[in-house]
């Protein structure tokens, strides 16, 4: 796997996590910025359209069509089982009182990474199967297995489900995006914890992440957020460089740049 010229989708983790519209729906570009829970939403950046006409793949048609492969059966399956429905289908904020802070996952990579920007794809003609690939860059790399070849301003895509898009025929469609208190900001720089799964179409998917934005490390999780509070975290509020020398010391695969 050379990263420097491969980019890497994570998927799997976010289409859990978060929840579908009930199908594709209309507005304009001026309307799709209204309502209060949008004004606050991390994830307000799904509101601008991509123009599928002029917006540039990232990588080439072979890689594109794996992954259309992969997303086609989750974004299918979470259509046709909605169809009809009346409203939002969401999935909880659930998470498990004593999991680890920094899981021991096999094949772990750890990294940090800014979100420089992302592209929206349409699977079907119809916009019903539409996913997003919010594109990061690699700032360093904490630890990788053996096989892994990330480096500082390597390209890794994490993919969510959903999106905005301007149609060829000048139509605004979003599907499947509700606002979220919880998820990745343009712009903001994040720890991530991420393990390759070739089973799910060569993909990534993406376990733990952290803002350090601020030069700190913050929560930026309901469950980091609960684990502050009972001041169970070894992480959250630690300056960036002391976390980076906490983890290559205690991690238990660090140590490969």
């Not at 307000?44 to 997303?71: G, P």
């Not at 094949?107 to 919010?134: N, Q, R, S």
Request: with cysteine; glycine share 8%.
């Amino acid at each position: 796997m050379n990263a420097k010229i491969l980019r890497l989708t994570v998927c799997a983790f976010l289409l859990l996590a978060y929840g579908f519209c009930d199908k594709p729906y209309l507005f304009s570009q001026d309307t799709a910025n209204s309502g209060t829970k949008w004004d606050s939403a991390a994830n307000r950046w799904q509101l601008k359209a991509v123009d599928l006409q002029s917006q540039v793949d990232t990588v080439s048609q072979a890689t594109r069509d794996q992954r259309n492969a992969h997303w086609r059966v989750p974004l299918e399956s979470a259509y046709n089982a909605s169809k009809g429905a009346a409203g939002t289908v969401t999935v909880g904020n659930g998470f498990i009182l004593d999991a680890l802070e920094l899981p021991n996952v096999k094949g772990a990579i750890w990294v940090l990474a800014t979100f420089k920007t992302f592209h929206v794809f349409a699977i079907d003609p119809d916009f019903h199967l539409i996913y997003t690939e919010m594109n990061f860059q690699v700032d360093k790399v904490i630890s990788q297995p053996d096989d892994s070849n990330l480096s500082i301003g390597s390209a890794v895509d994490l993919g969510t489900p959903g999106g905005r898009v301007k149609t060829p025929d000048g139509t605004f469609v979003a599907s499947r995006i509700d606002p979220i208190d919880y998820f990745f900001r343009l712009d903001h720089k994040y720890l991530l914890l991420l393990t390759y799964e070739e089973q799910l179409g060569g993909e990534f998917v993406t376990h733990r992440w952290w803002d350090i934005t601020s030069g700190t490390v913050q929560p930026d999780t309901p469950e980091q957020i609960a684990r502050a509070k009972r001041g169970d975290s070894a992480i959250i509020g630690m300056t960036v460089h002391d976390l980076v020398s906490y983890l290559t010391k205690n991690l238990p695969s660090a140590g490969k740049e």
